[in-house]
């Protein structure tokens, strides 16, 4: 069993500052950056919103590839997911339990479903630095610097 980290890619490489031209991967895929695909017609209303708000975010990264568009899906669809079972355990007064027909107590099957479709979020989230500590793996491409004379030259 290997027991090693996957290989971080060059881009992610560059963004942090750690990329060596001797470590480069020859022939790496390299694929173009997309800019804010439509959400796929078979995501729930949720999953869409979900859609709209993380390819804005990682249009502005400049790291949303083709590539990566089916995998922000099922990111989306498990998002959708917790967020429905959360209405509907909403809708039941957040009942922790439920009793069966037999009568016996059990817990409540949303409880299960939204523990799993967030757990599964949270692996593909990971993928794409959703997270604070996902974030500090990746890093950002530098922001410029306003530059005075460029902003009077642009403004009159």
């Known amino acids: 069993m290997n027991n090693r980290r996957p290989r971080k890619p060059d881009n992610i490489k560059k963004l942090q500052g750690t990329l060596r031209t001797d470590r ?4 790496a895929v ?10 796929p017609d078979w995501l729930s ?6 859609w709209q708000l993380m390819t804005h975010e990682l249009e502005q990264l400049r790291i949303l590839t083709n590539m990566d568009l089916s995998t922000l899906a099922m990111y989306c669809v498990q ?5 429905k079972a959360n209405e509907q355990l909403r ?3 957040y009942a922790l339990t439920v009793e069966t027909p037999n009568g016996h107590l059990q817990t409540n ?14 692996k593909i989230a990971g993928q794409f630095g959703f997270s604070p500590s ?13 530059d005075p004379f460029e902003n009077y030259l642009n403004n009159n």
Do not use: F, H
């Not at 099957?109 to 949270?122: D, F, G, M, Y």
């Open 134 to 146: 996902a974030r500090t793996r990746i890093g950002t491409p530098d922001q410029a610097e306003d």
């Open 24 to 27: 480069l991967l020859r022939n």
């Open 91 to 93: 809708s039941m007064d």
């Open 109 to 122: 099957p949303l409880l299960t479903i939204i523990n799993k479709a967030s757990e599964v979020a949270l």
């Open 45 to 50: 209303e949720y999953a869409k919103e979900e």
């Open 30 to 39: 390299n694929p173009s950056a997309v800019s804010l695909p439509p959400a």
């Open 79 to 83: 998002v959708g997911i917790v967020r």
